[in-house]
């Protein structure tokens, strides 16, 4: 039987919630480097593309000039609208712009993470567990219960006086829907946009829905979760 979520619907213009953790629950970020070297994948996917740089070159005392090869890229193909990035597993929420987008994305990610951890930490074999896991929103109040659920992973079973600093040291997209940052590759408006963001401290901004989420115990989008043991 296929995993929970393994089986995609590649829909154009669909929401998903997208996950993967380490093979055997191993830890993927183990410093800081690692995390910033996967947000700097991150940016360079999704941001603008660069123009096409050139290369001298000399063949036979005659020179050319050979363009680079290109990273991929997927700006205005696929949205980042929220993500997360724990010890041993990752959540984003995309928006496929283009049909299949999304998997061309993640297959690019992950292999490149891949490589570069592999040549860091001199081992081979798989990082991930599989492929990744991607469940399809098809309701605006799951949109907006995912995010919340996601930016709330790095304070689970932590004492409420700590969770404010967590969340705002978290590597995620949380100080982006709070107004403390702005990044230029993230899209946080599409969410944002339910809420009054004008008044940070108002019932109706995004930090208020977060926090009331913290004294919450229903479960309201169990099918778009990871599997139990997935943790």
């Not at 984003?92 to 860091?120: C, D, G, H």
Request: aromatic content about 16%.
């Amino acid at each position: 039987m296929p995993a929970k979520n393994s089986l995609k619907e590649y829909v154009e213009g669909g929401f998903y919630h997208v996950y993967n953790r380490g093979v055997e629950k191993r830890v993927i970020f183990q410093d800081l480097q690692d995390y910033k070297v996967f947000l700097s994948y991150l940016k360079c996917y999704l941001e603008p593309p660069k123009r096409a740089i050139t290369r001298e070159i000399t063949i036979k005392n005659q020179n050319f000039r050979r363009p680079e090869r290109a990273l991929n890229n997927f700006f205005e193909k696929l949205d980042l609208l929220a993500f997360c990035l724990m010890p041993n597993h990752f959540h984003f929420i995309v928006k496929q712009i283009q049909q299949k987008s999304m998997e061309y994305f993640m297959r690019s990610l992950l292999t490149r993470y891949t490589n570069y951890f592999n040549r860091r930490y001199q081992r081979v074999g798989h990082l991930f567990q599989g492929t990744y896991k991607a469940s399809l929103i098809d309701r605006e109040e799951y949109l907006l219960h995912l995010s919340r659920y996601i930016h709330l992973n790095p304070v689970k079973e932590t004492p409420l006086r700590m969770r404010e600093k967590i969340l705002l040291d978290s590597f995620s997209s949380y100080k982006d829907f709070i107004g403390k940052q702005r990044t230029a590759w993230l899209k946080p408006e599409i969410i944002l946009f339910y809420f009054d963001t004008n008044k940070p401290e108002d019932t109706e901004s995004y930090k208020a829905f977060v926090e009331d989420y913290l004294q919450e115990e229903e479960n309201i989008i169990p099918h778009l979760l990871l599997d139990s043991d997935d943790m």
